[in-house]
């Protein structure tokens, strides 16, 4: 288990999660494209 330690290192991690789960992944409904190759 991990243990953050400061609020600002959650924060970071967090923001950089989401940016992998929204910008490069790829969507299914999108034929397995990430959203720049869908745009």
């Known amino acids: ?3 953050f330690r400061t609020l600002n290192e959650v924060r ?3 923001d950089k999660g ?3 789960y929204n910008c490069e992944r790829p969507y299914e409904s999108r ?3 990430i959203p ?3 745009r």
């Open 18 to 20: 989401l940016s992998e």
């Open 1 to 3: 288990s991990y243990l």
């Open 36 to 38: 720049k190759e869908y």
């Open 31 to 33: 034929n397995n494209m």
């Open 12 to 14: 970071e991690i967090a």
